[in-house]
C-alpha cells in the first residue's frame, strides 16, 4: 500500500491531502471552463490500464476530454503534470519543476486546430487545380496537332489556312519533283 496526493472531491470532504491505495495514482488536467480545479489527483481502487491510455472516442472530437497520467510509487503524482499529446494518444510525464510556470499552467493542443485543417484543404484545392491545368494542356496539345492536316501538294496547312511547308517528300511524287526544276530551270 502506497500514498498518493489528493485534492478530489472525496479528499477535500474529507480534510485529507492524501489517500492509500494498492494499485494507482493518478493526475489529471481538463478544464470544464467551469473555474473548478483543472488539475486533479488522486487514487484509484484498481488497475484500470485503459483509463490510463488518454485514447480519445473517435466521435465527438470537439468536447472536452481529460488527460491522465497513472503511476505505481508512493507519492507519485506529486510533481506530475499531465500534458496534451501534440497527435497521438500517448501522455507524457514531466516534473513541474523542469517546466516553465506558462506551460505549467495552460497546455496547448495542436491536434484539431483549425489551422493544420485549413493547410490540408488548401493542399487539396491546389493540387485539384495543378490537375485540371494539366488535363486542359494536354486536350489542347492533342486538338491543335490534329487540326493540321498535309497536303501532298502543297505542305502542311494550318488551321488558319497558312501553307507551313511540306510534310515529307515522300508524298509528292519524284516525277513532279522533277518537272517543277526543269519548268524552273534549276
Not at 27 to 41: A, I, M, P, T, V
Not at 124 to 149: D, K
Request: proline share 8%; net charge positive; aromatic share 6%.
Amino acid at each position: 500500500m502506497f500514498q498518493c496526493l489528493c485534492n478530489t472531491t472525496p479528499c477535500i470532504e474529507e480534510g485529507t491531502t492524501t489517500c492509500n491505495t494498492t494499485a494507482l495514482c493518478f493526475s489529471q488536467y481538463l478544464d470544464r471552463g467551469d473555474g473548478s480545479e483543472k488539475l486533479l489527483r488522486g487514487c484509484m481502487a484498481s488497475r484500470t490500464p485503459l483509463l490510463c491510455e488518454n485514447r480519445r472516442p473517435a466521435v465527438g472530437r470537439h468536447h472536452k476530454w481529460p488527460v491522465l497520467v497513472c503511476c505505481s510509487k508512493n507519492m507519485c503524482n506529486d510533481r506530475v503534470f499531465p500534458t496534451l499529446p501534440p497527435t497521438t494518444s500517448t501522455t507524457t510525464m514531466v516534473p513541474i519543476a523542469t517546466m516553465p510556470p506558462a506551460i505549467a499552467d495552460l497546455p496547448s493542443s495542436n491536434e484539431n486546430s483549425p489551422r493544420a485543417m485549413n493547410v490540408i484543404y488548401l493542399l487539396m484545392v491546389a493540387i485539384g487545380v495543378c490537375c485540371i491545368g494539366v488535363g486542359t494542356a494536354i486536350a489542347v496539345f492533342l486538338s491543335r496537332r490534329h487540326s493540321t492536316f498535309c497536303d501532298p501538294e502543297f505542305g502542311t496547312v494550318g488551321p488558319n489556312g497558312y501553307v507551313k511547308g511540306c510534310c515529307s517528300e515522300s508524298a509528292i511524287p519524284k516525277s513532279r519533283i522533277i518537272a517543277n526544276k526543269i519548268t524552273m530551270g534549276t
